[in-house]
């Protein structure tokens, strides 16, 4: 069966972290997703690394030119500096061009990036569910996205076949699609991703508050528990930053809910209420046993 045709002639990635660079890891080991990967980064050591790296055609510092000529661009910085980043670009712009991202937030991203957008381009939203606590062009690897889900939010209105082409680039990443609302991408992903990044982070500054021996010891003798809470705050600052303050609505929500569920559980605790714990500790083993099953664990 010969080679399918790459979905992109040239595929402009503007930033290169994680998500970036494994999407240009895995175009390079394919062949089939753009026939040029171009690569635009903030700083120049970022750009350094890349060439040394090898996972881009082309490099560019300055993202107007990065996008020159690109049939997709992808933004991959963190959803703080969208706005800036799409004026910059939009000028540039080819005929028919189709803007993605990879965005923890929706909502706020199309509130960034659409009205800036030249008519002639096509906005289609994206989310892939895939992440470790690593960053920049070194953290990329070919499988990051395999079985995981890849969430689009398209505004009303997007043309269908845009869609698809940013579907299928996620599909031959070996992600699995599925269309949302981006109000609703924006609640369930309060509650799956950010709220619980909020609590790692909330969780080790309270351990390094500890005063002296006590916050040895807790490094010292960190028992599993915490020591997954570490993983996730070892995660990029700037990134999280900026997800907490463009899904804040419903980040508050779901930290609100959360709230009320431990300060019952706290009553309970001091209650000895061993009924209303044990019912919470199952309700867990029973998410996690299904997660396992779904194959996302």
């Known amino acids: 069966m010969p080679p399918a045709e790459p979905v992109f002639r040239r595929l402009a990635l503007i930033g290169i972290g994680l998500i970036g660079s494994s999407v240009a890891r895995i175009a390079g080991a ?3 997703l753009a026939a040029e990967v171009v690569v635009s980064a903030r700083t120049p050591a970022t750009l350094a690394r890349v ?3 090898g996972i881009a055609d082309r490099i560019e510092a300055d993202p107007a030119a990065a996008v020159q000529g690109a049939d997709c661009v992808m933004l991959c910085a963190p959803v ?4 800036a980043l799409t004026e910059a670009i939009a ?3 080819a005929p028919g061009a189709i803007v993605t ?3 923890s937030t929706k909502q706020s991203v199309i509130r960034d990036v659409a009205p800036k957008l030249p008519a002639h381009a096509h906005f289609v939203p994206a989310h892939p569910l895939a992440g470790t606590e690593y960053s920049g062009p070194d953290a990329g690897f070919v499988t990051l996205f395999q079985n995981r889900w890849c969430l689009l939010t398209p505004p009303p209105g997007t043309d269908p076949a845009a869609v698809e082409r940013v579907a299928e680039l996620w599909r031959r990443c070996g992600a699995m ?3 949302m609302d981006p109000a609703h991408h924006d609640r369930v992903l ?3 991703s950010h709220l619980p990044h909020l609590l790692a982070f909330t969780i080790c500054g309270t351990a390094d508050d ?4 006590s916050r040895q010891q807790v490094l010292q003798f960190a028992a599993t528990g915490f020591r997954d809470f570490t993983r996730i705050a070892a995660s990029d600052p700037v990134m999280w930053r900026d997800v907490f303050l463009n899904n804040r609505e419903a980040l508050l929500e779901m930290l609100a809910r959360f709230t009320e569920d431990a300060q019952a559980m706290a009553r309970a605790v001091r209650w000895g209420d061993a009924a209303y714990i044990e019912d919470k500790v199952e309700r867990g083993r029973r998410i996690r046993r299904s997660l396992i099953e779904l194959r996302q664990a």
Not at 80 to 83: D, N, R, Y
Not at 210 to 213: D, I, K, P, R, T
Request: aromatic letters at 4%.
């Open 30 to 32: 394919r062949g089939d």
């Open 51 to 53: 060439a040394e790296l």
């Open 80 to 83: 703080g500096v969208f706005a």
């Open 91 to 93: 000028p540039h712009l």
């Open 101 to 103: 991202d990879v965005g």
């Open 177 to 179: 699609i599925e269309v």
């Open 190 to 192: 309060a509650i799956v």
């Open 210 to 213: 500890l005063e002296g021996e």
